[in-house]
């Protein structure tokens, strides 16, 4: 039985991860933490998810409960996600890391300490949008130079980072994929007389509004036809199921850091 830890236990996908686990049969939730003044705090963890009581307190403290678990499963803020990839080095448990909106400083400790652990780490968990990655290589590096490339991200209203962590990735695979640094020819939108569109540039475009889960775009343009690679999430359960596949896979993986592509795919990078 895989022993499953939730950070951000209280959040729309904490919630639908301890719903997910509990519906497992190789999987029981053993803790959920939140930050010290949430108001569930001593609530069970069952209760607040709407799937009834699993005895399980929400708790502010990981060191608290991480002796008990095999796997953390992290969709919360960079700096709590940076606190508690700390305290699973220390303990020497695997983690499953879903936050987004790291610094680049932030991103390089990260994975200096996700190095030395069992590590799933990805902006998006949705297995779709991994597949997708792959998918986008494989395009960018058929198509060439001869097509424009913009990348279009739409999310709900509450979204705090711009653009998705989404959205950036699927532009560093294509940028890679065209021997192009992302750092020189990325443009996140357009205001004004920005005069022609250089040959190499990846557009990056965020659209917020309502309850979107969350869409990607990538357009692939040239004189005569247009290609489009599409993934829409109609809910964040896609998100949730990932990172349960995800949690199932890390803990008997070779230590280090690992994305999802390894958990569908068996391949190493």
């Keep these: 039985m895989i022993q499953v830890i939730v950070n951000g236990a209280c959040g729309r996908m904490g919630r639908l991860i ?25 609530s069970d963890i069952g209760v607040v998810a709407g799937i009834g009581e699993l005895g399980v307190t929400i708790t502010s403290s990981l060191n608290d409960v991480i002796e008990k678990g095999d796997v953390v499963i992290e969709f919360s803020t960079p700096d709590a996600s940076l606190r508690h ?33 069992k590590c799933v780490m990805a902006p998006n968990m ?81 659209i917020r509004g309502g309850d979107i ?12 036809e247009q290609l489009s690679v599409v993934h829409r999430a109609h809910s964040p359960e896609a998100f949730a199921k990932g990172a349960i596949r995800a949690a199932r896979w890390v803990v008997d993986a070779p230590r280090g850091l690992h994305d999802v592509s390894e958990v569908l795919f068996g391949n190493s990078k």
């Design 85 to 117: 990839l700390r305290e699973v080095v220390n303990a020497d448990k695997a983690i499953v890391l879903a936050t987004t909106g790291f610094s680049s400083d932030e991103l390089s400790e990260v994975k200096k300490l996700a190095s030395k652990v």
């Design 126 to 206: 949705s297995l779709g949008v991994n597949v997708m990655i792959q998918a986008l290589e494989l395009i960018a590096k058929s198509l060439g130079d001869d097509y424009d490339i913009e990348v279009i991200e739409a999310h709900h209203n509450h979204k705090a980072d711009s653009p998705s962590g989404t959205a950036l990735r699927l532009a560093e695979t294509v940028a890679a994929a065209l021997g192009r640094d992302l750092d020189d020819v990325g443009v996140y939108g357009r205001h004004g007389i920005v005069g022609a569109r250089p040959k190499k540039q990846i557009g990056i475009h965020a």
């Design 213 to 224: 889960a969350g869409d990607h775009t990538v357009m692939f343009a040239t004189e005569g």
């Design 18 to 42: 301890a719903q997910d686990v509990a519906q497992q049969e190789d999987m029981q939730l053993v803790g959920a933490i939140e930050y010290p003044s949430h108001p569930e705090i001593g």
